[in-house]
């Protein structure tokens, strides 16, 4: 069979569909793309026709994401007349609004603040009910790609095991922004790893004090941080000993007037006699004996 014949025969195969859709008269009108800024807002334009002539009853117009008929609604509004407003029964997190009127065709919807989150596929879709219980939906949808200035993210100073310092520099940004270190005497080596729309740029083996400073840059903007870099400078050795020594010295010098003080106060209190005691009676047999004796009107015989 020749590739010429293949060619017709596909094309006479395809052709019923093609016509089916004409005459069906319905058809959604989306573009295949549209782009957003992060924190603003973005319109998502969608039109249709419909082979009815004039239709005043119950219309729904339906967004979903991700894909087509079985994708998570995020919008859907209902009017039920001309003369009736499209009333909002969907709208994930609140930042989905109908800007257009479907009694006039028109299902565009426009979603506020945009998030990393938004970057999906969207899908319109229009149902009547009533008379024709007609409905249709766009089958490919519009890809919503988003963009940002780049903004610095994070920004430290850190040690590795070998205790040396780096320092460390993320960023965002769509196109994914590109990272660069200034500082003093700059001539560190660095490394650069990228996740979706982040980017993280480290400079290693710090050794000079001093302001390093952090800057992205990408087709919509630049955006600066920066860090502080300061060692600590130690003593030398031999001065470090007796700085030692004599912080230790005055402890143990410290530690030894408080026990002479403490024994000082302890002598003095078993040796110096108190004027308010009162010396204990003692009780001596022989004194016993004489009290006894002399109630009886006897007396001991004396040595």
């Not at 079985?70 to 969907?90: E, P, R």
Request: proline share 4%; net charge positive.
């Amino acid at each position: 069979m020749s590739s010429g014949f293949i060619g017709l025969f596909r094309f006479l195969k395809s052709l019923p569909l093609v016509l089916g859709l004409q005459s069906n008269g319905w058809s959604i009108q989306v573009p295949s793309d549209a782009t957003g800024e992060i924190g603003k807002a973005v319109v998502l334009p969608c039109t249709f026709t419909h082979p009815h002539k004039a239709y005043d009853q119950t219309l729904t117009t339906i967004w979903r994401i991700k894909e087509p008929y079985s994708g998570m609604v995020v919008f859907k509004c209902v009017t039920h007349s001309s003369s009736d407003l499209c009333k909002t029964t969907v709208s994930y997190k609140n930042k989905y609004k109908l800007i257009g009127n479907p009694r006039h065709n028109n299902l565009s919807i426009k979603v506020d603040n945009l998030t990393w989150s938004d970057s999906n596929r969207y899908f319109c879709r229009v149902e009547f009910s009533g008379d024709f219980h007609d409905k249709y939906e766009s089958r490919t949808g519009i890809k919503l790609h988003l963009t940002a200035a780049p903004r610095i993210i994070n920004i430290t100073i850190g040690s590795n095991e070998d205790h040396t310092f780096k320092a460390q520099c993320t960023a965002e940004g769509e196109p994914l922004p590109s990272l660069t270190w200034t500082g003093p005497l700059l001539s560190n080596t660095t490394s650069v790893t990228s996740v979706n729309h982040q980017i993280t740029k480290e400079l290693h083996y710090l050794t000079h004090d001093g302001k390093y400073t952090c800057t992205a840059v990408n087709s919509h903007g630049k955006a600066e941080g920066a860090v502080y870099f300061y060692k600590f400078k130690g003593a030398s050795g031999s001065w470090i000993l007796i700085l030692m020594f004599v912080a230790l010295g005055s402890k143990v010098l410290v530690l030894l007037m408080i026990v002479g003080i403490a024994v000082f106060w302890s002598a003095g209190d078993v040796t110096a006699p108190s004027t308010f005691s009162r010396q204990p009676t003692q009780d001596s047999t022989y004194e016993n004996l004489d009290r006894r004796n002399n109630c009886g009107s006897q007396r001991l015989p004396t040595e």
